[in-house]
């Protein structure tokens, strides 16, 4: 299983490490392929795409809306 986590740093501002997940492009428990764009997220004035490390089944940990900050958990594939 590989673990999809919120990364720091994403703007030049103190609140860098809070985003908002955006849309998901894959529905929870879709295939998807290595470097598939899985879901957007946006920070402070950045709208930026999470790809797909890996290939396997998606398992959405983060719903669409949901502040998330550095180090949380958006999904997994298995």
């Known amino acids: 299983m590989t673990e ?4 720091g740093g994403f703007a030049e501002d103190n609140d860098a490490d809070e985003v908002v997940v955006g849309e998901w ?10 470097d598939d764009v899985i879901v957007e997220i946006m920070a402070s004035k950045v709208t930026m795409e999470i790809v797909a490390p890996v290939s396997g089944k998606l ?9 998330l900050k550095g180090g949380d958990l958006i999904a997994t594939i298995e």
């Open 4 to 7: 999809i986590r919120v990364e």
């Open 25 to 34: 492009i894959f529905e929870d428990g879709a295939e998807v392929n290595a």
């Open 59 to 67: 398992k959405i940990a983060a719903q669409t809306d949901d502040l």
